[in-house]
T-cell receptor
Framework: SQTIHQWPATLVQPVGSPLSLECTVE??????LYWYRQAAGRGLQLLFYSVGIGQISSEVPQNLSASRPQDRQFILSSKKLLLSDSGFYLC???????????FGSGTRLTVV | QKEVEQNSGPLSVPEGAIASLNCTYS??????FFWYRQYSGKSPELIMS????GDKEDGRFTAQLNKASQYVSLLIRDSQPSDSATYLCAVISGGSYIPTFGRGTSLIVHP
């Protein structure tokens, strides 16, 4: 089964600073990869997904971007963080035909 | 707009009881159904998937699917305090592979 590595676990960043969150997958190839955000007390919000290298689909227009430079690497970035970017960021991997997700351990981002 | 609805709870049950968590969905073309468990401060974990009408059992967990009534349930038998968590329902429509998540039901199992 696949394993997702996500770091850092927690991050405190000032408004206007850049962001880079990385997610890497082990134990599978050609996975579908996803970035979600979960705000406090809220549901999961899909931000980006990718079905292959260099292929990125955006669900929410905002100041975030994503890239997939390698098959098992997915990166979430921002040039200038906003207070509203605070939340719990989750990377998810989907393989096979059953379409269930494996989630990474998440990054808790606080923008101050 | 595809919707997945869950009662936010909290649902409080005594230890040893059966916890029943429910989820309804709006898209009749939905074909894949999932339950995730999320402990406070942690990421969600897939605990059950179901694709056909009826029941699917895995240990103390039973998923029930009724496509005609558009609901899916999760039963937890012999509930333990360690089952206290938020349970997320997720549904995938036919022709898609991206799930729509409900907001989750908070379950509290008290000793």
């Amino acid at each position: 089964s696949q394993t997702i590595h996500q770091w850092p676990a927690t991050l405190v960043q000032p408004v206007g600073s850049p962001l880079s969150l990385e997610c890497t997958v082990e134990g599978t190839s050609n996975p579908n990869l996803y970035w979600y955000r979960q705000a406090a007390g809220r549901g999961l919000q899909l931000l980006f997904y990718s079905v292959g290298i260099g292929q990125i689909s955006s669900e929410v227009p905002q100041n975030l971007s994503a890239s997939r430079p390698q098959d098992r690497q997915f990166i979430l970035s921002s040039k200038k963080l906003l207070l509203s970017d605070s939340g719990f960021y989750l990377c998810a991997c989907q393989t096979g035909t059953d379409y269930g997700y494996t989630f990474g351990s998440g990054t808790r981002l606080t923008v101050v | 707009q595809k919707e997945v609805e869950q009662n936010s709870g909290p649902l409080s049950v005594p230890e040893g009881a059966i916890a029943s968590l429910n989820c309804t969905y709006s898209d009749r073309g939905s074909q894949s159904f999932f339950w995730y468990r999320q402990y406070s401060g942690k990421s969600p974990e897939l605990i059950m998937s179901i694709y056909s009408n009826g029941d699917k059992e895995d240990g103390r967990f039973t998923a029930q699917l009724n496509k005609a009534s558009q609901y899916v349930s999760l039963l937890i038998r012999d509930s333990q305090p360690s089952d206290s968590a938020t349970y997320l329902c997720a549904v995938i429509s036919g022709g898609s592979y991206i799930p729509t998540f409900g907001r989750g039901t908070s379950l509290i199992v008290h000793p």
